[in-house]
């Protein structure tokens, strides 16, 4: 596999298993885990280990992988195979429910596994070559939103950016962090602001981790500061990434989004929202229906070891938001550029197939 980036792989598909850098970790320590079965790879997607909706993706697609390896030495035929991993496909899908490209990189694994015949071995590497294909494309597409999204940008833009929409969210570049990487590339960014994006804390501990590796510069801002920083003129763009899209632009992204919009259409600031057509759900009208999960109240109640919020008291932790489609400016993919209204643009893309 290639390494996009030089200094950490956010997933890749080791002989033992699917290796992940453990993002819970960051940025205190790098420290990699593998894992081994369909059901380790479960439990990194569902722990956060490995986050962000491209990166879920691949690593479900590598964890079915890891799980036909193990199972193809007992069982000699593939439809024997297919059929066993059945469950194991079911377990990864049930992990997180919000980011649509955990079920679209499942959703072609499955496809594989309807073709099978012969010996289990050839079924084996048909699912190796579809999972590495999953991870090469999102790499591919994440350059091409760079380049589509930094056009848009004017010389020495000021960026907000929200969560981490980075190389550790996807196969490596990233989607907002992706046009981010190219216009800093091209001359034409000034600097970043990051969102320290309660309660994961992605923007703080993991998108100022891989830009401060890029050195490309970036601060800190607590998600409270950002309406009074775009008063103040100090925000020329928001760009975010999405776990979905739905048909007429609605878009899913992480607790937090929906405000910044709010506070950038109220300012006249551009909001960009850059993602893959992976991410898009045309069984979708609109954003209404997507589900939004739920995490454990401890995410909000503790920050590591240390209570906060008091014995007893009722916490809500909705992981993610829906920006209206009315919202955004345009729509960063990595076939063009969408601008309102979405509904038509998003239907040329031709993604349906
Ligand atoms: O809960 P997370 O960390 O998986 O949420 C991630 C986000 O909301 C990202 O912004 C989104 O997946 C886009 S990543 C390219």
Not at 302 to 314: D, N, S
Request: hydrophobic share 45%; proline share 6%.
């Amino acid at each position: 596999m290639e390494r996009p980036h030089a200094a950490f792989d956010t997933v890749t598909l080791e002989r033992d298993g699917v290796r992940l850098i453990d993002q819970r970790r960051l940025p205190d320590e790098e420290v990699y885990v593998t894992c081994a079965t369909a059901e380790a790879t479960a439990t990194a997607i569902r722990d956060m280990v490995v986050r962000g909706a491209p990166a879920i993706g691949i690593t479900a697609a590598f964890g079915v992988v890891v799980e036909a390896r193990r199972l193809a030495g007992t069982l000699g035929q593939a439809t024997a195979l297919a059929a066993a991993l059945a469950p194991a496909v079911d377990l990864l899908a049930g992990t997180r429910p919000t980011a649509v490209n955990l079920f679209w990189a499942l959703d072609r694994m499955r496809r594989v596994l309807g073709t099978a015949t012969g010996p289990a071995a050839t079924l084996v590497e048909h699912l190796e070559a579809e999972a590495l294909e999953i991870w090469r494309e999102d790499l591919a597409m994440c350059r091409a939103m760079g380049d589509h999204g930094a056009a848009l940008l004017p010389d020495g833009c000021r960026v907000l950016t929200h969560c981490n929409a980075g190389g550790l969210a996807t196969a490596g570049y990233g989607t907002a962090l992706g046009v981010i990487r190219s216009a800093w590339r091209q001359g034409k960014l000034h600097s970043v602001l990051a969102d320290e994006t309660r309660p994961f804390l992605q923007g703080a501990r993991l998108t100022a981790w891989e830009l401060h590796k890029d050195a490309i510069p970036v601060t800190v801002i607590t998600d409270n500061m950002a309406a009074w920083l775009m008063h103040q003129g100090k925000v020329d763009a928001v760009l975010v990434g999405a776990d979905r899209v739905a048909a007429n632009g609605d878009a899913a992204n992480k607790i937090g989004t929906y405000g910044l919009a709010l506070a950038a259409r109220a300012h006249g600031i551009p909001f960009y929202v850059v993602f893959p057509t992976s991410t898009l759900d045309l069984t979708l009208p609109t954003g209404a229906s997507i589900p939004i999960e739920e995490r454990p109240t401890r995410e909000v109640t503790h920050v590591g070891e240390k209570r906060l919020v008091p014995e007893g008291v009722p916490v809500h932790n909705p992981a993610f938001d829906v920006t209206p489609a009315a919202l955004i400016t345009a729509l960063i993919t990595e076939r063009g550029v969408v601008s309102p209204p979405f509904g038509p643009g998003l239907d040329k893309l031709s993604v349906r197939s």
